[in-house]
T-cell receptor
Framework: EPEVTQTPSHQVTQMGQEVILRCVPI?????FYWYRQILGQKVEFLVS????????KSEIFDDQFSVERPDGSNFTLKIRSTKLEDSAMYFC???????????????FGAGTRLSVL | DQQVKQNSPSLSVQEGRISILNCDYT??????FLWYKKYPAEGPTFLIS?????DKNEDGRFTVFLNKSAKHLSLHIVPSQPGDSAVYFC????????????FGTGTRLKVLA
């Protein structure tokens, strides 16, 4: 069964460093997303991406964050200068972008745990 | 801003009995609702969804009920199995122009053998 894959599973970084989280969405999907879950809190939407541009972003997704689809398979989230409060589980998701909501379900990867020290 | 609330952080149920997980929402613009389950070290897995034009959707052992006037939905699992033990998230989406999901905080279900 097709799945969303994320690497690495755990990333440890020093405060102020740049990190890139990587995702390979399901191959025929056209919409891509990043969510994060701070420990003990709910899963929060960060950004959605379609047709090589951001289609929607939350207030969390400030200038320190960027997304890119560098080739036909990868989708990345970059945090330019990490802060302690960026420590969280980051989930990538993808959906087929069908006009039917029932067929446009988002499928999630297993996540990357980011630890900022 | 808790637009989607799951007020029960945990629930324990005996194997074979019914599990009922509840979710409340405040945003009347939400028109599509989903349930995801999450095992440790895995991402959320889609379980079942419902459009606001319906009040019930069923898929095998899983049924989701929607009460729009009360802004309440529930997930029923019958019969519950030990493999159903996971964290269950309710999520909502607000219609055309946005595809983002707003998640609740989750309910940890434990099915006792």
């Amino acid at each position: 069964e097709p799945e969303v894959t994320q690497t690495p599973s755990h990333q440890v970084t020093q405060m102020g460093q740049e990190v890139i989280l990587r995702c390979v969405p399901i191959s025929n999907h056209l919409y891509f997303y990043w969510y994060r879950q701070i420990l003990g809190q709910k899963v929060e939407f960060l950004v959605s991406f379609y047709n090589n541009e951001i289609s929607e972003k939350s207030e969390i997704f400030d200038d320190q964050f960027s997304v890119e689809r560098p080739d036909g398979s990868n989708f990345t989230l970059k945090i330019r200068s990490t802060k302690l409060e960026d420590s969280a589980m980051y989930f990538c998701a993808s959906s087929p972008r069908d006009t039917s909501r029932a067929k446009n379900i988002q499928y999630f990867g297993a996540g990357t745990r980011l630890s900022v020290l | 801003d808790q637009q989607v609330k799951q007020n029960s952080p945990s629930l324990s149920v005996q194997e074979g009995r019914i599990s009922i997980l509840n979710c409340d929402y405040t945003n009347s613009m939400f028109d599509y609702f989903l349930w995801y389950k999450k095992y440790p070290a895995e991402g959320p897995t889609f379980l079942i969804s419902i459009s606001s034009i319906k009040d019930k959707n069923e898929d095998g052992r899983f049924t989701v009920f929607l009460n729009k006037s009360a802004k309440h939905l529930s997930l029923h699992i019958v019969p519950s199995q030990p493999g159903d033990s996971a964290v269950y998230f309710c999520a909502a989406s607000a219609g055309s122009g946005t595809y983002k999901y707003i998640f609740g905080t989750g309910t940890r279900l434990k099915v006792l053998a």
